[in-house]
């Protein structure tokens, strides 16, 4: 059982892959695809989250009661892309129904099927249908998917902002 935005809920399943960011086949846009997402604790508000969250990039998180991808949250600051990392293991929860996850206060997205359970390592793929495979958008219902680049701008310059009156309080600390 994990805390969710409607309460408990069950896990259903829990996928996991592996990156090795270090392969020389990798151009340097594939390694920026896969490479973790660090929100530093204290980003988004006073103690949350409550520790460093870390996610992938494309890997969306509640905020301002909207989804919003990671890598459209980056900064530079408290939201910044872990580039040096030399494997990353991702690991996915689904659930019941779709729903967003609590972890260190945050709320994020749980897994959600888009035609592409086949990339997970533990996924029987032999299993799947064609028709399983099929990539698409995954729908997130009773949630605001944010791709409005104008929007997403407002939520990035509210969290540099906060970036930098955190930034300037270790500063007179």
């Not at 459209?72 to 991702?90: P, R, S, W």
């Not at 729903?99 to 997970?120: I, P, Q, T």
């Not at 399983?132 to 104008?150: E, W």
Request: proline residues 3%; positive net charge.
């Amino acid at each position: 059982m994990v805390i969710c935005s409607k309460g408990l809920g069950r896990v259903k399943w829990l996928g996991w892959r592996n990156y090795m960011l270090t392969s020389k086949k990798l151009t340097d846009d594939q390694r920026k695809q896969s490479a973790p997402v660090r929100i530093k604790r204290g980003a988004i508000e006073e103690n949350v989250p409550g520790a460093d969250l870390v996610v992938s990039p494309w890997h969306h998180i509640f905020i301002d009661d909207v989804l919003v991808r990671a890598n459209d949250l980056i900064n530079g600051q408290t939201h910044v892309q872990e580039m040096d990392v030399k494997q990353v293991a991702y690991f996915h929860i689904e659930l019941d129904q779709f729903d967003v996850v609590r972890a260190h206060g945050v709320f994020s997205e749980s897994w959600v099927y888009g035609g592409n359970r086949d990339f997970f390592e533990n996924a029987d793929v032999t299993s799947l249908r064609p028709e399983d495979m099929k990539r698409r958008l995954a729908d997130r219902p009773g949630f605001t998917v944010l791709r409005d680049k104008i929007k997403i701008k407002g939520i990035q310059n509210r969290l540099l902002q906060r970036a930098l009156s955190i930034s300037g309080e270790e500063k007179t600390a």
